[in-house]
């Protein structure tokens, strides 16, 4: 057990400007009526969306564009035992406005795989949560 003080719930404000601090999450999503989960190098929009580059042909843009998804990105320090964990809820939907692509080629991710012919994939930020966990001691 953990102290009951050990975590705090963040704002939105809190969670996004965590978020804007990590370069990897974890997209959650159904494939083939399971739950999966991708990690994925990501950025946020000025909106406040989640932003992926990732190839057009994925199974990851065919099992998601038009459906609800949630992003996770945490940072945990195992010796001190304290950390953060934000999830954005939203719909996902690929970018296709060649003006839109354009921005977003400037100021969006770059993914870390090689790609051709890479596609931006928005995560609204239609919920928003977090909580951080202070440092904490196990009790009996």
């Given amino acids: 057990m953990f102290q009951n003080d050990a975590f705090r719930a963040l704002d939105r404000q809190e969670c996004l400007r965590l978020l804007a601090?990590?370069?990897?999450?974890?997209?959650?999503?159904?494939?083939?009526?399971?739950?999966?989960?991708?990690?994925?190098?990501?950025?946020?929009d000025t909106d406040a969306s989640v932003l992926l580059h990732?190839?057009?042909?994925?199974?990851?843009?065919?099992?998601?564009?038009?459906?609800?998804?949630?992003?996770?990105?945490?940072?945990?320090?195992?010796a001190t035992r304290s950390g953060w964990s934000v999830?954005?809820?939203?719909?996902?939907?690929?970018?296709?406005?060649?003006?839109?692509?354009?921005?977003?080629s400037q100021i969006g991710p770059s993914s870390w795989m090689p790609l051709r012919d890479p596609v931006f994939v928005r995560i609204e930020s239609e919920m928003v949560t977090g909580r951080e966990l202070r440092g904490t001691r196990a009790t009996r």
């Fill in 21 to 44: 601090k990590v370069p990897v999450g974890r997209v959650v999503y159904t494939r083939q009526a399971l739950p999966a989960v991708l990690p994925i190098n990501f950025a946020l």
């Fill in 54 to 78: 990732t190839s057009p042909d994925s199974d990851l843009v065919r099992a998601i564009d038009g459906v609800v998804v949630a992003f996770e990105a945490d940072e945990f320090d195992a």
């Fill in 87 to 104: 999830v954005v809820t939203g719909r996902a939907t690929l970018v296709t406005d060649p003006v839109e692509n354009e921005r977003l």
